[in-house]
């Protein structure tokens, strides 16, 4: 990245006028010509569309590979996509990947270290260098759709993403109403939302699984995103299908690549085992209280870290087991690999209760002062 770079004019101001006409311009048209239900469920329509497109199809698919996808999805994800007004998939996916690979860094495009704003919106006013396609997206460049989305990235962004929409007016009555409803405020809606993962998911909420970089789990940001707020366990293992792991997590994006799946669209979803997330998820934990842990007196800090060496111990016996799960799994054995899953989760509840116990007694000590 350049270190001062210029401004792109004619970018920044798409970028302040579509807030302006989407909400501004939609209130004020609704006022003034009526209110009708197909409105909001246009926008609505096209959000879903659009923000899978980014979500699953951009994100998980294009950038992390966290599944494969059938060609006529990668074309829905193609042309859908493009209607975010992101940018093409090329562009997108390899920007993403220098910010997974320097996150919190120079070469970070959307370092949150540069501020919140820089984060969620500054980054994208200014002129940056071509991402590096070459570096970490020739994967990609190698694939025809994505090619041919590139080529007609700024035609389908047009056609279908103000296009479309404005021909659903038409055909309900009100062709300026569809172009507002489904065209510019839909648009800022996934722009906004987009741009908080990048903000906001990188500065509020919980590093659960990876203390070392900004990465957070913010609920309200996955509530707002189809399921991208959970970004601290996202850094922690970008090559998962899920970002939200719990069954009661918020993430669409999660369940509408498990439905490709019944439906025979998407295959090969990584996950990753219970008792490798288990270990990042202590890991982040004993991290947040190494500072108090050196300050507590021998006896009571002794017991602590005899609880989190056998935590420790208990998930490593939990992953061999988890493997071994997986290969029985794999070769059909239906007999032992229940119980082998079922010994492997004992270790990791075991190690559970361990690595809190111990978490929960440096948080019970009286603050230390430092000699
Ligand atoms: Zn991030
Ligand atoms: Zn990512």
Redesign the pocket.
């Given at each position: 990245m350049t270190t001062k770079p210029r401004i792109n004019v004619p970018l920044m101001s798409f970028l302040m006028l579509t807030p302006v006409i989407g909400i501004a311009g939609t209130a004020v048209y609704t006022w003034l010509h009526g209110f009708a239900l197909w409105m909001p469920l246009l926008a609505l329509g096209m959000y879903l569309a659009v923000g899978i497109s980014i979500c699953a199809g951009y994100?998980r698919f294009f950038?992390?590979k966290s599944y494969e996808a059938a060609r006529p999805v990668q074309i829905f994800y193609a042309i859908f996509g493009a209607m975010a007004a992101q940018n093409s998939i090329l562009w997108w996916s390899s920007s993403?990947r220098t910010?997974?690979q320097y996150v919190d860094r120079d070469w970070d495009p959307y370092s949150i270290k540069r501020g919140f704003w820089w984060a969620h919106i500054l980054w994208i006013f200014h002129d940056h260098d071509a991402p590096d396609i070459e570096g970490n997206a020739r994967d990609l460049a190698a694939n025809p759709i994505v090619q041919w989305q590139a080529r007609w990235y700024k035609v389908l962004l047009i056609v279908g993403g103000f296009g479309l929409p404005a021909l659903i007016g038409a055909l309900c009555g009100d062709v300026w109403a569809g172009l507002l409803w489904g065209g510019f405020l839909r648009l800022v809606v996934i722009h906004h939302t987009t741009f908080f993962v990048n903000s906001l998911a990188h500065y509020l909420g919980d590093a659960s699984f990876n203390a070392e970089v900004s990465a957070r789990d913010n609920w309200a940001v996955a509530l707002l995103t189809l399921g991208e707020g959970y970004h601290s366990f996202?850094h922690r293992f970008?090559a998962d299908f899920r970002n939200g792991i719990r069954w009661f997590q918020w993430d669409p994006a999660k369940w509408f690549i498990a439905t490709l799946r019944m439906l025979g669209l998407a295959h090969d979803l990584r996950s990753t085992p219970a008792p490798q997330i288990e270990q990042a998820r202590m890991q982040a934990a004993v991290r947040a209280v190494e500072p108090q842990l050196e300050h507590i007196p021998a006896p009571a800090a002794g017991e602590i870290h005899r609880l989190l060496a056998s935590a420790r111990e208990h998930l490593t016996i939990s992953i061999t087991l988890w493997r071994r799960y997986a290969a029985e799994h794999a070769e059909g054995a239906t007999a032992s690999w229940k119980s082998t899953r079922q010994y492997a989760r004992q270790h990791l509840r075991l190690a559970r209760r361990e690595w809190r116990e111990a978490c929960r007694r440096v948080n019970s000590m009286p603050s230390q002062t430092p000699a």
């Amino acid at each position: 990245m350049t270190t001062k770079p210029r401004i792109n004019v004619p970018l920044m101001s798409f970028l302040m006028l579509t807030p302006v006409i989407g909400i501004a311009g939609t209130a004020v048209y609704t006022w003034l010509h009526g209110f009708a239900l197909w409105m909001p469920l246009l926008a609505l329509g096209m959000y879903l569309a659009v923000g899978i497109s980014i979500c699953a199809g951009y994100h998980r698919f294009f950038s992390h590979k966290s599944y494969e996808a059938a060609r006529p999805v990668q074309i829905f994800y193609a042309i859908f996509g493009a209607m975010a007004a992101q940018n093409s998939i090329l562009w997108w996916s390899s920007s993403h990947r220098t910010h997974h690979q320097y996150v919190d860094r120079d070469w970070d495009p959307y370092s949150i270290k540069r501020g919140f704003w820089w984060a969620h919106i500054l980054w994208i006013f200014h002129d940056h260098d071509a991402p590096d396609i070459e570096g970490n997206a020739r994967d990609l460049a190698a694939n025809p759709i994505v090619q041919w989305q590139a080529r007609w990235y700024k035609v389908l962004l047009i056609v279908g993403g103000f296009g479309l929409p404005a021909l659903i007016g038409a055909l309900c009555g009100d062709v300026w109403a569809g172009l507002l409803w489904g065209g510019f405020l839909r648009l800022v809606v996934i722009h906004h939302t987009t741009f908080f993962v990048n903000s906001l998911a990188h500065y509020l909420g919980d590093a659960s699984f990876n203390a070392e970089v900004s990465a957070r789990d913010n609920w309200a940001v996955a509530l707002l995103t189809l399921g991208e707020g959970y970004h601290s366990f996202h850094h922690r293992f970008p090559a998962d299908f899920r970002n939200g792991i719990r069954w009661f997590q918020w993430d669409p994006a999660k369940w509408f690549i498990a439905t490709l799946r019944m439906l025979g669209l998407a295959h090969d979803l990584r996950s990753t085992p219970a008792p490798q997330i288990e270990q990042a998820r202590m890991q982040a934990a004993v991290r947040a209280v190494e500072p108090q842990l050196e300050h507590i007196p021998a006896p009571a800090a002794g017991e602590i870290h005899r609880l989190l060496a056998s935590a420790r111990e208990h998930l490593t016996i939990s992953i061999t087991l988890w493997r071994r799960y997986a290969a029985e799994h794999a070769e059909g054995a239906t007999a032992s690999w229940k119980s082998t899953r079922q010994y492997a989760r004992q270790h990791l509840r075991l190690a559970r209760r361990e690595w809190r116990e111990a978490c929960r007694r440096v948080n019970s000590m009286p603050s230390q002062t430092p000699a």
